[in-house]
């Protein structure tokens, strides 16, 4: 995507298709044990994965947590409530967090 199409998908309501490959959360999460355990011995990081896709797990909840009420945070603050029950606008990731 050019200068030109950001521009018109940003500004002027244009639609914004990527074309290149976009990851998914499997691919990053892969990603980022390949970082965290590439100086170890193989042996070594065969038994740490678990770990370390926990340790991705919980970062990316507290990603999502943070979103959810930065987002909720800005509904209110922009006055856009919608009537909705209770269940439906507590955040989903609350439980997650430690």
Do not use: C
Not at 38 to 43: A, E, Q, R, V
Not at 46 to 52: D, G, Q, R, S
Not at 55 to 70: G, M, Q, S, T, V
């Amino acid at each position: 995507m050019g200068a030109d199409e950001k521009h018109a998908a940003t500004y002027h309501g244009g639609e914004y298709t990527p074309t290149k490959y976009m990851p998914t959360t499997d691919d990053v999460r892969d990603i980022w044990v390949d970082r965290k355990l590439h100086h170890l011995p193989k042996s070594t990081r065969t038994a740490l994965v678990p770990t370390v896709q926990a340790e991705f797990n919980r970062w990316l909840d507290k990603i999502r947590f943070d979103a959810y009420n930065e987002g909720a945070e800005a509904t209110h603050i922009s006055g856009d409530l919608f009537d909705v029950d209770e269940a439906q606008t507590s955040n989903p990731y609350k439980e997650n967090q430690s």
